[in-house]
Nanobody, 125 residues
Framework: QLQLVESGGGLVQPGGSLRLSCAVSGNTWNIHAIAWFRQAPGTERQGLACIVTDDLSTYYRNSVKGRFTISRDNAKNTVYLQMNGLQPVDTAVYYC??????????????????WGQGVQVTVSS
């Protein structure tokens, strides 16, 4: 099976930055894309950024383009989400997810095969 473990969350002041990490382990042979989602209180889970494992193509939700960057370090088996210019509206639980189909995950933001446990990000002064 595949395991996804997020880290790097916490409390940050408005205007600050955080880098989230998603450590990937286990059987990755059928995984073609990894994405970051978030869920704020009272809202549905929303896809933010996606990366294709084969060619490192990236996809973003319009609301985070220019502020958030997804990347992958193959040597460390880790996917990152760099978040800049954070504001209180970004407060949420952030999840990484993996899927076998690029279109389903990176365009439709639907039905990952695997989820991480989530990590809290709080933006407050």
């Amino acid at each position: 099976q595949l395991q996804l473990v997020e880290s790097g969350g916490g409390l940050v002041q408005p205007g600050g930055s955080l880098r989230l990490s998603c450590a990937v382990s286990g059987n990755t042979w059928n995984i073609h894309a990894i994405a970051w989602f978030r869920q704020a209180p009272g809202t549905e889970r929303q896809g933010l950024a996606c990366i294709v494992t084969d060619d490192l193509s990236t996809y973003y939700r319009n609301s985070v383009k220019g502020r958030f960057t997804i990347s992958r370090d193959n040597a460390k088996n880790t996917v990152y989400l760099q978040m800049n210019g954070l504001q209180p509206v970004d407060t949420a639980v952030y999840y990484c997810a993996a899927a076998d189909q690029i279109y389903r995950l990176c365009s439709l933001w639907r039905d990952p095969n695997y989820w991480g446990q989530g990590v809290q990000v709080t933006v407050s002064s």
